[in-house]
T-cell receptor, first 111, second 113 residues
Framework: RKEVEQDPGPFNVPEGATVAFNCTYS??????FFWYRQDCRKEPKLLMSVYSSGNEDGRFTAQLNRASQYISLLIRDSKLSDSATYLCVVNPEDSSYKLIFGSGTRLLVRP | DGGITQSPKYLFRKEGQNVTLSCEQN?????MYWYRQDPGQGLRLIYY???????QKGDIAEGYSVSREKKESFPLTVTSAQKNPTAFYLCASTEGDRGGEQYFGPGTRLTVT
């Protein structure tokens, strides 16, 4: 079983749609969680951290379910510019410098 | 502007040759990382360094070597011992112990034939 698993997609949605991605992780002791965005043939960039209480940043909402060991990302009112691959990232230990990256979920937003 | 630079953007080498990828940062970050990304796969950690003159192997260190002689620089050498060196190589850095907030360079696409 992979340490971090994501549905590879692609998710093909019209502009204005709401889309949600899930990610599961295998290490129950994992401490920190993140969503990164990666455009085609570019480097990943941090989109948002995921907090236990859930957090929102504009059209983006991230949630964590520790009991079920999954993380979600909700994008409302999708824009063409949201088209990218979204990487679920887990820090397995609070003091560790290591991150575990999922293979990503690809989102395509069409006009 | 602060950031991470990697050079070159594209690199072509013949099999059997060692090649060194450059990574420089002016963010004053303590920790630096090298990842490899293959199509359809997540990033895999090759090496990381928390401080100058110290580095640790990641999950796929075989066939690679690094050095950290300066805080700003963390070059990666892909040796001839690496079986499948063709990949997208990404360098990243982070401040102190904020391991989750990594800043990436633009990457180097290495093709070995």
């Amino acid at each position: 079983r992979k340490e971090v698993e994501q549905d590879p997609g692609p998710f093909n949605v019209p502009e204005g749609a709401t889309v949600a991605f899930n990610c599961t992780y295998s290490n129950s002791a994992s401490q920190s969680f993140f969503w990164y965005r990666q455009d085609c043939r570019k480097e990943p960039k941090l989109l948002m951290s995921v907090y236990s209480s859930g957090n929102e940043d504009g059209r983006f909402t991230a949630q964590l379910n520790r009991a079920s060991q999954y993380i979600s990302l909700l994008i409302r009112d999708s824009k063409l510019s949201d088209s990218a691959t979204y990487l679920c990232v887990v820090n397995p230990e609070d003091s560790s410098y290591k991150l575990i990256f999922g293979s990503g979920t690809r989102l395509l937003v069409r006009p | 502007d602060g950031g991470i630079t990697q050079s070159p953007k594209y690199l072509f080498r013949k099999e059997g040759q060692n090649v060194t990828l450059s990574c420089e940062q002016n963010l004053n970050h303590d920790a630096m990382y090298w990842y490899r990304q293959d199509p359809g796969q997540g990033l895999r950690l090759i090496y990381y360094s928390q401080i100058v003159n110290d580095f640790q192997k990641g999950d796929i260190a075989e066939g690679y070597s690094v050095s950290r002689e300066k805080k700003e620089s963390f070059p990666l050498t892909v040796t001839s011992a690496q079986k499948n060196p063709t990949a997208f190589y990404l360098c990243a850095s982070t401040e102190g112990d904020r391991g989750g907030e990594q800043y990436f360079g633009p990457g180097t696409r290495l093709t070995v034939t």
